[in-house]
T-cell receptor, first 114, second 115 residues
């Protein structure tokens, strides 16, 4: 079974600190690696995504680092803010015809203290 | 604004009941998905559909079926609900893989409790 392993399960960071969430995958056919952010009572929403032809992608305070040889990727949140408190899911996928099937990690609950 | 609407936010059913979860999207997306979300397990794909009347099994299809009679509507059916199907159910839609702005748009979820 395709798997994506995510750690840590929960993370507490002080305001202004760096939050780091890690994911590892097994299937070398995966070709798309998104991160989703979920606030309580809401569905997940795409935060940032990367394809394996680059090693890093940055959007504002959010950066994905990708290590193809190690089959690992991570999300870095710089200058973490209380508003970043949410559950974060990494995912990986391959295309299946016109639909892309995402395999999600188990999630990380991030709390940013004021 | 893009919208995926799930018919119920909370649902309580009895063991053995037939349960319908409805989802409607207004983005003319070809692809629609049903996931269940459980603490510590993340989101797991139940079924997806890439066209009207077309469906594919995901990772955990047992005990579920789906229906897609119209492009905008995707229904999840629990033929005989069991307590282990108590979960948060999330519907999502997306444009075709590789298209511009490809991503999943999720509904807010239906918390189903089976007693």
């Amino acid at each position: 079974q395709q798997q994506v392993k995510q750690s840590p399960q929960s993370l507490i960071v002080q305001k202004g600190g760096i939050s780091i969430i890690n994911c590892a995958y097994e299937n070398t056919a995966f070709d798309y690696f998104p991160w989703y952010q979920q606030f309580p009572g809401k569905g997940p929403a795409l935060l940032i995504a990367i394809r394996p032809d680059v090693s890093e992608k940055k959007e504002g305070r959010f950066t994905i680092s990708f290590n193809k040889s190690a089959k690992q990727f991570s999300l870095h949140i710089m200058d973490s803010q209380p508003g970043d408190s949410a559950t974060y899911f990494c995912a990986a996928s391959v295309s299946s015809g016109s639909a892309r099937q995402l395999t999600f990690g188990s999630g990380t609950q991030l709390t940013v203290l004021p | 604004d893009v919208k995926v609407t799930q018919s119920s936010r909370y649902l309580v059913k009895r063991t053995g009941e037939k349960v319908f979860l409805e989802c409607v999207q207004d983005m003319d997306h070809e692809n629609m998905f049903w996931y269940r979300q459980d603490p510590g397990l993340g989101l797991r794909l139940i079924y997806f559909s890439y066209d009207v009347k077309m469906k594919e099994k995901g990772d955990i299809p047992e005990g579920y079926s789906v229906s897609r009679e119209k492009k905008e509507r995707f229904s999840l059916i629990l033929e005989s609900a069991s307590t282990n199907q108590t979960s948060m159910y999330l519907c999502a839609s997306s444009s075709p893989a590789g298209s511009t702005n490809e991503k999943l748009f999720f509904g807010s979820g239906t918390q189903l409790s089976v007693l």
